[in-house]
Nanobody
Framework: QVQLVESGGGLVQAGGSLRLSCAAS????????MGWFRQAPGKEREVLAAISGGAILTYYAGSVKGRFTISRDNAKNTVYLRADSLKPEDTAVYYC??????????????????WGQGTQVTVSS
């Protein structure tokens, strides 16, 4: 397992952008595939994006492809999510998560076993 802390959320107007960060503990960050997820009140948690340990493989949900970009800096033990053209329906708590990747691509929500505490993103209309 790895300890994860998200940051960068806040209030933004529709059409604006945010960059979320997820800082990880440990010495083997590059061994973990990372994902970004979100959950709005009363709704199920949804997968947004995933990135492999070496940043060669990426996955995006259709709802965010072209608007959101996942990246990582293994020297800083950090994964990022750039969210552009934000809409009110993007309002949610955003989570990052990690798995010691075992070969399946893309990983599913249930495959991730380390989770951050979440950061609130609110998009006003």
């Amino acid at each position: 397992q790895v300890q994860l802390v998200e940051s960068g959320g806040g209030l933004v107007q529709a059409g604006g952008s945010l960059r979320l960060s997820c800082a990880a503990s440990g010495r083997t960050f590059s061994s973990y595939a990372m994902g970004w997820f979100r959950q709005a009140p009363g709704k199920e948690r949804e997968v947004l994006a995933a990135i492999s340990g070496g940043a060669i493989l990426t996955y995006y949900a259709g709802s965010v492809k072209g608007r959101f970009t996942i990246s990582r800096d293994n020297a800083k033990n950090t994964v990022y999510l750039r969210a552009d053209s934000l809409k009110p329906e993007d309002t949610a708590v955003y989570y990052c998560a990690a798995i010691k990747y075992g070969g399946r691509w893309p990983p599913g929500l249930a495959d991730f076993d380390s989770w951050g505490q979440g950061t609130q993103v609110t998009v006003s209309s």
